[in-house]
């Protein structure tokens, strides 16, 4: 795993002239904004190479994270330049005392698995010189290598630039293998995570019978379009779901969960309302609905992993096989999963989430923290491994029989022996295989359920 592989190589005359569009940028910014903070984001990377695709990753993923040290602090506005041949840099504007934002970004460079590569300077229009460590009283930055001073090992050229890529080689690596963390974030934030999962989804494309911008897949009665009104439809149930979790207080979670299903409920009204009657995201109002509440809930604890996210899921919907798909036996109509359930042992989605939806949280997060390409690439990856480790219940129902399922592990075999999204041969395959369930009527909208319930948690851990 080598980020600096894909990377071109820059002199120093490019290197000088970046740092005097920063100043000039930086000063313009803090004319723009008088009252608040300006914060310059950047990877702080020896060598002549400053960018590459594995930079901008680990950016992105740092960014995200220092966004979220920042926590309730009001982020008024973003600019973000990622193509620069210096490497990616973004500034934020904080509405924050300064002193307060230094203290974060001092905490970020330091403690962060990836903030000691970044370099985070803190400043405003009253101040008439950048916040510095020292006169926050705060130790001085340590050296990436040997933890020593780091000003010091520069001044002195103590380490080889060999040195400096093999550790950055293996922050990286690091950063891509460690578990998820669920930092504490504010009811919009939360929200708009949610609604940006749901929107997404059906922007991915080509994706095997499913609605996306470049086709409709296996569904006449649906475009992107109604998508897009149904997960607007879609923020106030969201908002109710967060404000759930958040305000419990009673013993057993599964009143919890009966209080977000009452919720649910008028949810789907609204959604079909916006849809003219289409189910688009009913399964998505069941299981991130789930996910937001739960994470309104472990919110109050402050930073959650992933496992106690999961007892809160597993408390929350504990005894629904029973409860909803084994008082089914005897009834005259039955739903499809209903169905299901008697002809297969098939639990579905309530299985899933019985379980605290372990296909998302062990298979497709680790797998997406690894993928590689843009974000479309990964997530149509993604999406594929989701759909080789469920039994997708949206596609037995469409194709009459549990058959289906070895003919679609082959198919997403084949898919990535070809490379996945990230090749021609991969990608033109998809487009082929989306053809083929248009003629069959066959479409994994199981596994779509499952993506933006990963893509939520993604947005959430800061790796999307």
């Not at 050296?143 to 060999?162: R, S």
């Not at 609905?289 to 999961?310: C, D, E, F, K, P």
Request: net charge neutral.
């Amino acid at each position: 795993m080598n980020i600096f592989q894909d990377g071109q190589p820059i002199d120093l005359e490019t290197v000088l002239a970046n740092k005097d569009w920063r100043t000039a940028f930086q000063t313009q910014l803090e004319k723009q904004y008088p009252d608040d903070v300006v914060v310059s984001v950047k990877l702080n990377i020896p060598g002549p190479i400053k960018n590459s695709p594995g930079l901008q990753q680990l950016f992105q993923q740092g960014l995200n994270r220092l966004r979220m040290m920042l926590g309730r602090l009001h982020v008024k506005d973003i600019k973000f330049f990622v193509a620069r041949p210096s490497g990616p840099e973004t500034f934020l504007i904080v509405s924050e005392d300064i002193t307060t934002v230094k203290r974060v970004a001092v905490l970020f460079e330091s403690d962060m698995l990836t903030g000691r590569l970044f370099d985070v300077d803190v400043m405003a229009y009253h101040n008439e010189k950048q916040l510095s460590r020292q006169a926050l009283g705060l130790p001085a930055r340590q050296c990436l290598i040997c933890d020593k001073d780091a000003k010091v090992c520069m001044k002195l050229g103590a380490h080889t630039l060999t040195e400096g890529y093999q550790v950055i080689n293996q922050l990286y690596k690091k950063m891509a293998t460690t578990p998820l963390r669920i930092w504490p974030q504010t009811q919009a934030a939360v929200v708009q995570y949610a609604l940006s999962a749901l929107l997404y989804e059906v922007s991915v494309n080509p994706k095997p019978g499913l609605v996306d911008p470049v086709s409709n897949g296996a569904h006449d009665d649906m475009t992107v379009f109604t998508f897009i009104d149904s997960s607007l439809a879609l923020t106030n149930y969201f908002n109710q779901a967060y404000r759930i979790g958040l305000d419990y207080s009673g013993g057993e979670l599964t009143s919890m969960f009966q209080m977000l299903r009452k919720a649910g409920i008028a949810a789907e009204k609204q959604m079909f309302a916006a849809t003219h009657g289409i189910n688009t995201h009913k399964g998505a109002i069941f299981s991130l609905g789930i996910l937001v509440t739960a994470i309104a809930y472990i919110s109050r604890q402050g930073v959650a992993s992933l496992q106690q996210l999961q007892q809160v899921v597993q408390g929350m919907l504990q005894g629904i096989v029973t409860q909803d798909l084994n008082h089914s036996f005897g009834k005259r109509v039955l739903t499809a999963g209903e169905k299901q359930y008697q002809a297969y042992q098939l639990t579905g989605v309530r299985g899933e989430a019985a379980a605290g939806f372990p296909t998302v949280m062990a298979i497709a997060l680790p797998f997406l923290q690894q993928a590689s390409g843009t974000t479309n690439q990964k997530l149509l990856d993604t999406l594929m491994v989701i759909a080789d480790n469920i039994n997708d219940t949206n596609l037995i129902k469409r194709a009459g029989t549990i058959a289906i399922i070895p003919e679609l592990k082959q198919w997403i075999s084949h898919y990535f022996e070809l490379g996945g999204s990230v090749t021609s041969e991969g990608l033109s395959y998809l487009y082929t295989l989306d053809e083929h369930f248009m003629t069959r009527n066959l479409s994994i909208g199981g596994a779509a359920d499952n993506l933006i319930l990963t893509t939520f948690l993604a947005k959430m851990g800061g790796i999307l």
